[in-house]
């Protein structure tokens, strides 16, 4: 009997095989139920992927066209809904701007110290989520007890858990309470007692490790050609932040450093949004230690602008004068005169550059509302991010984005 010949080439042991197309979302769990990713895969290699947002859509800039300029506020909770207040803030100095008024240098360190607890509670947030679809549920649920900390703090201030449109074009609903810097500079030692114990469980972990270092790589260029913002561009080593580079409030008077990256993977965006959570602790300590230097009864004392033509009159006012109930009913009823005007502000949200683009022809409504997201331009870098990688790559390397889908609404 003749021998058999075993001696085949490779490829002639390979079984024939076509590009697969899959769809990935919107109903998946990682993709958050409003992204759908079409997927083209050699096995489970990603030849080719189609992002495709649009799976919210409300609205949002046709509703704040359709009230006054103070009723445009609940709105801007719902963009990043974990972090509403920095989008409160955003909007509130745009209409400022076109109104070309600032508010009280006390207001001003208000947003500034609930702005960073809201940038500490969208941190943890995306973080602690990315770890836990990684199988890390550990981290995830310590985490998420420091955002509740933070949200108590929060929540102590304006009276709201979650979507607190606490601040007012000229001001804010009310002047920070007695237990404000009390609970703020108990909580933050322990956030970070916290964000530490959960660094020490990941990064010293092969899996995590394996998992996020050099996947999901994002160059510069293609960051920079994208329009992307935050830690998704800091994370490739821009050393960008507006509230650096386009200092507004209060935030040219606090040192703080923007951390960066060097590879622009998933690992470095992890790391990024952790060190932002130290520095945004360093900029609460130093503005609660700026508030106490206000003395009671200057005009810097003060929480809202003087103008009776924006801030709404004391209730006491209200119900006892007539100047003050008509002075109430027209701004309720017919909304803040602002003059006609175009601008665009911007600042630095938990993903990176919010900008409201405002168009006033005069009156009580905004004419036109357009919204610069940070998550949409973010949104676009997932395709080089996972182009070439692995199917389950996909799961690390888009939840380091931190795709918000309320910012992502078109």
């Known amino acids: 009997m003749e021998p058999v010949d075993l001696d085949f080439e490779e490829s002639e042991l390979e079984l024939p095989s076509e590009p ?18 079409v997927l083209t895969l050699e096995g ?22 359709r ?11 719902r963009l990043n809904y974990v972090s509403p207040l920095l989008n409160n803030v955003g909007y ?16 001003q360190l208000l947003r500034v110290i609930l702005g960073e607890l809201s940038r500490i509670s969208d941190h943890l947030t995306c973080n602690g989520a990315m770890a836990m679809e990684l199988g890390a549920f550990t981290p995830f649920l310590w985490f998420l007890k420091a955002r509740e900390w933070a949200w108590d703090a929060c929540e102590e201030q304006t009276g709201a858990r979650l979507t607190h449109s606490f601040f007012r074009v000229g001001g804010a609903a009310d002047a920070p309470t007695d237990r404000l810097e009390g609970m703020s500079r108990a909580i933050l030692p322990k956030i970070q007692e916290v964000v530490d114990e ?13 998992r996020t270092q050099g996947v999901g790589i994002l160059s510069r260029e293609d960051a920079l050609s994208m329009g992307a913002s935050g830690p998704v561009l800091r994370c490739t080593g821009i050393d960008y932040d507006v509230r ?21 993977d998933t690992y470095d965006r992890f790391m990024c949004r952790l060190e932002e959570i130290r520095q945004s602790a360093r900029i609460i300590e130093q503005s609660l230690d700026l508030l106490n230097k206000i003395k009671p009864g200057t005009p810097d004392y003060a929480i809202n602008v003087s103008d009776p033509r924006i801030v709404l009159p004391p209730k006491s ?7 003050g109930t008509i002075n109430h009913f027209k701004l309720i009823m017919e909304g803040i005169d602002v003059p006609p005007g175009e601008v ?26 357009r919204v610069r997201g940070p998550c949409f331009f973010s949104l676009q870098c997932a395709k080089p991010m996972i182009l070439g990688s692995m199917l389950a790559d996909i799961i690390p390397a888009f939840g380091s984005i931190n795709m918000i889908g309320g910012e992502c609404d078109r």
């Not at 009230?67 to 909770?77: E, L």
């Not at 209060?250 to 951390?259: A, I, M, N, Q, S």
């Open 20 to 37: 697969m197309t899959l769809n990935m979302g919107p109903s998946h769990p990682a993709m958050h139920g409003t992204i759908r990713m």
């Open 44 to 65: 489970e290699k990603i030849k080719q992927v189609d992002v495709q947002p649009g799976y919210l859509h409300r609205g949002f800039e046709k509703m704040c066209e």
């Open 67 to 77: 009230g006054t300029w103070q009723q445009v506020f609940p709105y801007t909770d």
């Open 92 to 107: 509130a100095l745009a209409v400022e701007k076109l109104l070309g008024i600032t508010v009280p240098r006390r207001c």
């Open 198 to 210: 959960g660094a020490s469980l990941l990064l010293k972990n092969r899996i995590f490790l394996d």
């Open 244 to 264: 650096k580079d386009k200092p507004y409030l209060t935030y040219d008077e606090v040192d703080f450093d923007v951390p960066v990256g060097e590879d622009g």
């Open 317 to 323: 006012e209200v119900y006892s004068t007539i100047e």
């Open 344 to 369: 665009y502000q911007y600042t630095e949200a938990g993903n990176g550059e919010l900008g409201f683009l405002l168009v006033s022809r005069g009156g009580g409504n905004p004419w036109r509302v």
